[in-house]
């Protein structure tokens, strides 16, 4: 393999992110690879560098500000639906409004009823043969018997 | 012959026997099944030791051989590698007496479950072989021997029909279970576990086994205790349980297990060495997948749904079907 | 009571306010830093860090808990970086860098290195050092540099990374490997000693 492809790696393995094959490989490269072995340093070199910066923390009171954001827009929000219900009682008919107010409770409503049928949680059988396989193993007399679950790991 | 040499000769023999038979009588008096057992329970945590050990389950449908190398260090320590099969090969799991990690190695993926090495657990598994002694017969084997080393051969045979039986293999000098064996009330295997390698005083530091979790901070990411009693449940649910007024003679209630963030509760019984499972849920809460062998019993009333998983004769689930009020 | 990221976000989804505090309080400084990291200016960095969490306030409804609650979180936060810069791109007098601190900071945008203990030589060598590093890392494509702060700084897997950015692990490595080479050309130099 020619240097090249070597020093792609190099990343790789600083982040030890290379499996075990791979790293004896790498690291029997660099003992004989004056040039990779001078880049890996080099990239160690930076590492430290930068893991040597200190962390930078936010002024104090972080949250204090956070917090007044927060409910600044919690008011714009509310002023919007003041302003909404200021200005519709304003423009519509006594008539219409009862029957936009009906319709509208009857969307809610219909609507709450759809959500609330639509939250359907789903198990997974396998929980159940679990739990059995477990509760089976705490009876064995053996204290460390392997546990044939987690078929499927999602 | 000679009148005077009959009594000798008889004597003689008389004396012999009594020796043979005293001889046999006091190794097998010398110790006795139900202490083996209580001894073997205390082993595991006093010993240090390295070893591999294979595990057989067999579910109808589906059997699993898993090899795992074993390490435990006093007094409550437990560290576990999978070896194989290869899809479960990089599994570790990693207990130190307050709760088990489990870990896929290289991955981020890690839960937690109560360590089986704490003092609750310990009581448990207390209670269980207490169950063993009134639900089984107990009798000694012959001894034998495994991976060069003595063993005492004890088996277990359930006083009711309908309930799996047991074979236990243990070290006569460490007490450690090396070897057991679990049939069904058909004689089919259940289970199986043995040690293939094993060596005693084997000393580790166990910081390096910490290494392998991840490094983000360990939370303690569960925070509902297993283990619960029915009173434990009745203060953590809010719906009223319904719970099986037949048993199979011999099972008592052993815990309750909340599954599904609290969804489902699940409820064990055992007989000691047997288990039943009856888990209820809510209807509206859909199953999905499908038992890779264990063939429930599942049904529904008023409003809620039951599975019920045991190795016994089929009229023993529809009894306690029936019964669950 | 130590609580788990997800049972804190729970907590909060049933309207627990203290929960979002504790929440806030435990990722503020990391989320600061990564952000100062990608962005290089502190006033800035306060600006996004806040709307990280007015985004996680807003938006915790919609983490379903499939991942860990920290990769989540990186991503709002590399998304609110990657769209701040974008905008900033439109409006090129205001861009502002580490090498030219802006008169808005309270404070000077230095990081400094950690060893104090050294001559005043050593320190200004070092600080040197910090300034030509926080400018090699500041050159880097926004992309690039937000793959690489998270790695440096938080230090994720691969694994992680490449959930936080939605790509392949693949791609990380190789993100990760053309950021260190640049940054390897560009400090090389100076670890020659020649500077």
Redesign the interface.
């Known amino acids: 393999m020619s240097c090249k492809k070597w020093k792609k790696k190099l990343s790789s393995y600083l982040d030890n992110e290379v499996s075990y094959r791979e790293r004896l490989k790498i690291e029997k490269h660099l003992k004989s690879c004056p040039a990779c072995f001078n880049e890996f340093k080099q990239l160690e070199r930076v590492h430290r560098l930068v893991q040597s910066i200190q962390p930078e923390k936010p002024r104090p009171g972080f949250y204090e500000r956070l917090s007044e954001r927060l409910s600044q827009e919690k008011l714009t929000l509310r002023e919007k639906l003041v302003g909404w219900r200021y200005s519709w009682q304003l423009s519509f008919p006594r008539v219409g409004k009862i029957a936009v107010a009906i319709s509208a409770v009857m969307l809610l409503s219909v609507s709450f009823y759809i959500w609330r049928s639509s939250i359907s949680y789903e198990v997974n059988i396998k929980v159940f043969e679990e739990e059995y396989l477990r509760s089976q193993q705490m009876n064995s007399f053996v204290g460390e018997l392997a546990l044939p679950v987690f078929f499927e790991i999602k | 012959m000679n009148p005077g040499k009959v009594p000798q000769k008889l004597l003689q023999s008389l004396f012999v026997l009594i020796i043979l038979s005293g001889g046999t009588a006091s190794s097998l008096l010398a110790i006795e099944p139900k202490e083996i057992l209580t001894h073997s329970l205390e082993a595991q945590f006093q010993l240090d030791f390295e070893g591999i050990q294979k595990t057989e389950s067999r579910l109808p449908g589906r059997s699993y051989t898993i090899t795992t190398s074993v390490i435990r260090q006093k007094p409550d320590f437990t560290y576990t590698a999978t070896l194989a099969p290869s899809r479960f090969k990089r599994w570790i799991t990693l207990d130190d007496g307050e709760f088990r990690i489990w870990h896929i190695q290289g991955s981020n993926e890690f839960k937690f479950f109560p360590s089986a090495n704490s003092p609750e657990a310990k009581k448990i598994k207390k209670k269980s072989l207490n169950l063993i002694f009134n639900n089984y017969k107990l009798s000694r084997l012959l001894d034998s021997y495994i991976l060069g080393r003595p063993v005492y051969v004890i088996s277990l045979i359930p006083r009711h029909p309908g309930n799996p039986r047991r074979k236990v293999w243990i070290d006569k000098k460490t007490y450690l279970p090396l070897k057991e064996e679990d049939y069904n009330w058909k004689g089919k295997l259940i289970s199986a576990f043995h040690y293939t390698k094993i060596h005693f005083d084997r000393r580790f530091p166990k910081k390096k086994f910490y290494r392998d979790l991840p490094r983000r901070p360990l939370k303690k990411i569960f925070s509902q205790k297993r283990f619960l009693s029915l009173k434990d449940l009745k203060g953590k649910i809010r719906f009223p349980i319904f719970i099986p007024r037949y048993r199979p003679p011999g099972y008592e209630f052993q815990e309750a297990v909340l599954l599904a963030k609290g969804r489902v509760v699940e409820l064990t019984y055992t007989n000691g060495i047997g288990v039943i499972c009856l888990s209820q849920m809510p209807s509206n809460i859909k199953l999905k997948g499908y038992f890779e062998g264990t063939h429930p019993l599942v049904w529904r009333k008023r409003g809620r749904t039951f599975v019920l998983i045991a190795n016994i004769p089929r009229e023993q689930l529809i009894k306690i079907k029936q019964s669950v009020k | 009571m130590?609580?788990?990221?997800?049972?804190l976000v729970e907590r909060c989804g049933a309207g627990d306010e203290e929960s979002f505090?504790m929440l806030?309080?435990r990722y503020?400084?990391r989320v600061?830093?990564i952000v100062?990291?990608i962005v290089g200016h502190?006033g800035e960095?306060?600006d996004l860090?806040?709307e990280v969490?007015?985004r996680v306030?807003r938006f915790l409804h919609c983490f379903k808990g499939k991942s860990?609650f920290?990769t989540w979180l990186y991503r709002l936060t590399v998304n609110v970086c990657l769209s701040a810069k974008r905008k900033r791109k439109n409006e090129p007098g205001k861009i502002l860098s580490l090498a030219n601190p802006s008169k808005h900071d309270?404070d000077p945008g230095e990081?400094?290195?950690?060893?104090e203990s050294l001559s005043p030589l050593k320190v200004l060598q070092n600080r040197e050092?910090?300034e030509t590093?926080?400018f090699a890392?500041n050159s880097l494509s926004e992309v690039l540099k937000s793959t690489f702060v998270l790695?440096?700084?938080e230090?994720l897997?691969?694994?992680?990374l490449a959930r936080v950015f939605r790509c392949s692990r693949g791609t990380i490595?190789s993100r990760?490997?053309r950021a260190?080479?640049q940054?390897?050309r560009k400090?090389?130099p100076y670890?020659n000693g020649v500077v």
């Open positions: 130590q609580y788990s990221d997800e049972e505090r806030v309080e503020q400084d600061y830093h100062y990291g502190k960095a306060e860090s806040q969490f007015l306030y860990r920290y309270d990081m400094e290195l950690a060893d050092m910090a590093i926080k890392i790695r440096e700084f230090e897997t691969y694994e992680e490595k990760l490997s260190r080479e940054l390897r400090i090389e670890l």
